[in-house]
């Protein structure tokens, strides 16, 4: 699973890294993220109606309604924040956003916990020329109806895809890890067709990454807000 990640770097950095034209960038003053949460705001990069690539700011997770097994009561909404690469092709809740609706999420690192009482946190990104080089997850987004405790609510949202993990993660996440995808394939994943984007959807390769920071304590600067 990926419940944080980061993207530190400016906008101008991610227009570049997706060819967006300047005027459908629609970011406003975004700041860099050192820490990106389930339900939070994330940058995503998707297609307009008219087909041309833009960047746009959405809440990670999609999102479903939920409610309390001993009460009844309508609780706040699910949020499913990972699509298993298997899986979203054939599932209810990820294959129309597959087939229509494809994107890339913008990132430098990602977190993976391993243990407990304490937890080792790993941060995990591209070995590059640069610390901490920008890099895309495969996404899908949507725009999720469902109750909340105030009544029918909505909200555009996006989800990161996962595959199996790769030598370098497999150590702190043995099963699984984000699909982070090359810039060579980036407009298969976006328009090819569904059988050629499901090629997309691999390990990245181990010795193409690196872990940027581990320990105990490295989670404490990336605190949810409250």
């Not at 150590?171 to 407009?187: A, C, L, N, Q």
């Amino acid at each position: 699973m990926c419940n944080l990640y980061s993207s530190t770097k400016p906008v101008e950095a991610m227009r570049q890294l997706f060819d967006v034209p300047v005027k459908n960038v629609h970011l406003g003053n975004a700041e860099p993220l050192a820490a990106i949460w389930p339900k939070y705001p994330g940058y995503v990069m998707r297609h307009t109606k008219d087909g041309e690539r833009e960047l746009v700011t959405l809440s990670w997770g999609f999102r479903t309604t939920k409610v309390s097994k001993k009460t009844g009561k309508t609780l706040q909404p699910a949020a499913w924040n990972n699509a298993r690469d298997n899986k979203v092709a054939t599932s209810g809740l990820w294959r129309g956003s597959f087939q229509q609706r494809r994107c890339l999420v913008p990132a430098t690192s990602f977190c993976e916990a391993k243990g407990r009482n304490p937890a080792t946190y790993y941060w995990f990104g591209l070995d590059g020329g640069e610390e901490r080089p920008l890099f895309a997850f495969a996404g899908l987004w949507t725009v999720s109806q469902f109750e909340g405790p105030d009544g029918p609510d909505r909200c555009e949202v996006y989800t990161i895809i996962t595959t199996s993990a790769n030598d370098l993660v497999k150590p702190v996440h043995p099963d699984r890890m984000p699909v982070i995808v090359p810039p060579e394939k980036y407009e298969t994943w976006m328009a090819g067709s569904a059988d050629d984007a499901l090629e997309v959807l691999e390990p990245y390769p181990a010795d193409q990454m690196k872990v940027f920071k581990s320990g105990e304590n490295e989670k404490d600067d990336a605190l949810p807000p409250t």
